[in-house]
RNA sequence: GGACGGGUGGGUGAGUGGCUAAAACCAGCAGACUGUAAAUCUGCCGCUCCUUGCGGGCUACGAAGGUUCGAAUCCUUCCCCGUCCA
């Protein structure tokens, strides 16, 4: 809290700081002197769903050129979950990208409407966080984020900052700002409404607040998923209601989860988490289907337009495989959140392990003291390969289970645990375990 | 405040006294087929015990009580949600 607020004193120590900042910065460093409008366009159009106006974006990178003075450009993210996944990645890429281009990136933490809870997309209120898990939350996003934006650039903030601080009086005049009519034709209103499901007052709070934070931060763009239109829209209109000129909004597509079907999330059980080992990642985006892989190459890698499309026909002419192509892939994104070589190992032991059909070259070994016999079933909950016995039985009767590379058929079998031996387990597809007896 | 409707497994949703650990679908898991693709097919899909059997026990249909040989199903009270009226 203390750290927050003296890093914020120096941030909100004024243009002049940062003008004089990149004034430096430019006579230093060519990457941040600004480049042609059309070429900062299409590099910031790359992907994007929708940009709303666009000519007012172009307007605004004009100025911008002129006067030299960075876009302010804010991503708000509210810390609901402890980790970020790959679909959050694909905004993120975005903000990066503007950053790239010289403009202020600020990423803006939502440690205060994490408490009231997003109704985007969702079908009932959600249960508020506590303070605690947000601030946990936020200090684990903060992590993750700079695995994709530089930290040097990147103006991090609070909207506890300022929503903390509003007075009833201030609630009061924000929400004269907006109508009830409008805040009821966003679509999740309208169906919850419609369903007969809840919607508590709160709720309605959400776009308001959020739109305060964009009249706090003078912002020029804010970034945001298609899903988050309505309150980008929102924000905007308030802005104007506060006598600001009014945001350009960038929108960028929802990323597909390994289903193929519905959006990436952890709720969904389709998501491939940043933190992720290598070969879990890689193992994942194997696994999407075919056609998904060029919405993946456009959103969460950085190849350009042209280079997917070679690739494409590359794929459709069958000179390359799509296995092949969709290992790219995976090599490239791995390699993206941990580096080149685990990125190399993990593709090698891709084909190991699921091409050639061996077991992966490093399992996870775990020890356990000599004693009597132990059923398997026992032993395979305690060792968390399955999370119950029963479970574990259905396991081995289904033929899922290997000893040794071998199957095992009795569900009542007993591992002989007697004198020092190492077992090579496996349970389903995906679940190895070198199990050390001493 | 009143009238009416509703709360079922991870989700949707059937079930109005025993044949219901609860239809169907989705999700998930395993096997087959593959490129760990996808699609498809087959099986599983609360926990637990053993003599692994269409076996026994326990827990479960918003909560708590009650009626009954027997309750998701009937009764009472409470909590929650919606619609309409005020």
Not at 68 to 94: E, N, Q
Request: net charge positive; aromatic share 6%.
């Amino acid at each position: 809290m203390r750290m927050r607020e003296g890093s914020q004193r120096r941030i909100c120590s004024g243009r002049l700081l940062r003008r004089a900042l990149f004034a430096i910065l430019d006579t230093t460093m060519t990457s941040n002197s600004f480049k042609p409008v059309d070429e900062q366009l299409a590099y910031l159009k790359k992907g994007a769903a929708e940009i709303i106006p666009e000519p007012e974006l172009r307007a605004a990178l004009e100025k911008s050129l002129k006067t030299g003075v960075p876009l302010r450009v804010y991503l708000g993210v509210d810390p609901t979950a402890p980790d970020l996944h790959l679909g959050h990645t694909v905004v993120l890429r975005k903000l990066k990208h503007f950053q790239d281009m010289g403009h202020t990136a600020v990423f803006l933490i939502g440690d205060f409407s994490a408490m009231i809870g997003d109704p985007t997309g969702v079908s009932e209120t959600r249960p508020p966080l506590t303070r605690e898990q947000v601030d946990a939350n936020a200090k684990t996003y903060l992590a993750q984020v700079f695995k994709i934006l530089d930290p040097a650039k990147t103006e991090v903030r609070y909207n506890s900052e300022w929503l903390g601080k509003l007075s009833a009086e201030a609630i009061v005049r924000l929400c004269s700002h907006y109508r009830l009519a409008r805040m009821l034709e966003r679509e999740d209103f309208r169906k919850r409404l419609d369903e007969g499901h809840p919607i508590s007052v709160h709720e309605l709070l959400y776009p308001l607040l959020t739109a305060y934070d964009a009249v706090s931060l003078k912002s020029d763009v804010e970034l945001g998923a298609t899903e988050q239109k309505f309150n980008l829209l929102v924000h905007r209109e308030i802005q104007r209601e506060y006598g600001l000129p009014g945001q350009a909004i960038l929108t960028m597509p929802i990323l597909v989860g390994l289903d193929g079907q519905r959006k990436m999330s952890k709720s969904l059980n389709n998501y491939i988490g940043i933190t992720e080992p290598p070969a879990d990642m890689f193992g994942k985006i194997m696994s999407i289907p075919d056609d998904l892989m060029w919405l993946y190459y456009e959103l969460v890698t950085d190849r350009t337009p042209q280079q997917i499309a070679t690739l494409k026909q590359e794929v459709s002419s069958g000179a390359l495989h799509p296995m092949d192509a969709k290992m790219r892939l995976a090599e490239e994104i791995v390699s993206g959140f941990h580096g080149p070589d685990p990125a190399r190992k993990a593709a090698d032991n891709f084909q190991r392990v699921f091409r050639d059909r061996q077991s992966p070259t490093d399992v996870p070994a775990q020890k356990i003291p000599v004693g009597p016999p132990k059923k398997l079933i026992v032993l395979l909950v305690e060792l968390n390969l399955a999370p119950s016995k029963s479970e574990a039985e259905r396991l081995i009767k289904q033929g899922a289970v290997e000893l040794n590379e071998s199957r095992v058929d009795d569900p009542r079998a007993d591992l002989d645990l007697t004198k020092p031996v190492q077992f090579l387990l496996r349970a389903g597809k995906k679940k190895f375990l070198r199990l050390i007896v001493e």
